[in-house]
């Protein structure tokens, strides 16, 4: 008896990770009864975005030009190239590190029987680009998973293939972390790659 | 350096209830990484439903018509009225119980200090209503918060001048819940009203 384009309205929120159907609801009624236009502009600008925003032919991060800002920029160090799976990876290297190189983003890693190979992930076009040369480290920077470290040894070879050096981020117990509550995968890794106090 | 669109679709998405910049980068992302044409769909119902959803002229609940399909519904029962804060609420009761009743939704609930008073609630359209008379009871299924007592103290009120019984849900420890678990408030209250075992 409640009005069908109501329950649309709920059904079509769900396509939002971690949205289920109590969330969706109390977020359809929310925009009703406090927010309508906040509303009608998230579904504006959504439009919007996503009819304009691809993926910067360069380092496949989204990008509403063909070349993204980064890749343009003068100011960045054309020898590194780092690899990572997704955008939000890239944000947070940018925001908590100094690096200064560019990018290339995965959108993903091999993962064979999601049918997620190679050419999937752009990796003949990382191959293209490395043979144009000039990149002389590739930081490898997937996720430490089963299938990010996959991922990073394909890569890696990739950029042995081109003769660039390949590197990735330390593992290991974090900064502040107490031993106590790090996993024992990265303890174990911890334990092995122990370095001498000089 | 990155693209003002894709920034504007992350501020955007925080107009959602319980979404902050982490969740809504996760599901700006997710949209443009995987599901464009869900995302797509999303934004056009979401407009269309802002737009085209109003209130129900009688019960105040959400209805793309003048009047909602429950109030119009020629198997309710005229003589009951439940006063409930918020459609949820409605659709909870629904569910839940066998009413056949018709509802009047608060939207709200008596908050001086956010200026939201009787008008806001509705509550001349619910007292002209209960003036034309055919209601006999009417269920006051507010919250029990301290604001909801206070809405429930003013709507009893309400429906004792036009000569309607008032009755709230009863409150105590929820079925299959354990003593220990319920707040001391609950307790309190279901201890002071229990009943003579026959
Ligand atoms: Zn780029
Ligand atoms: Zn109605």
Redesign the interface.
Known sequence: ??????E??IE??R????VGQK?A?????????R??R????????????????GQCKQCR?????EI???CA?ASRDRQQLCVVE???DR?AIEQATGYRGLYFVL??KLSPLDGIGPRELGLDQLGERLAQGGVEEMIIATNPTVEGEATAHYVAQLARQHGVRPSRLAHGVPLGGELEYVDRGTLSHAFGSRSEIP
Do not use: N, W
């Open positions: 008896m409640s009005a069908p384009l109501l649309q309205f079509a929120l396509v939002l990770p971690g969330t609801q109390r977020m359809a009624y929310h925009l009703l009864d927010d309508r906040g509303g009608a502009r998230l579904a504006e600008v959504m439009a919007d975005a996503l009819m304009k925003i991060d989204f990008s509403e030009g993204c800002g980064l920029s997704s955008p939000v944000l959108h993903g």
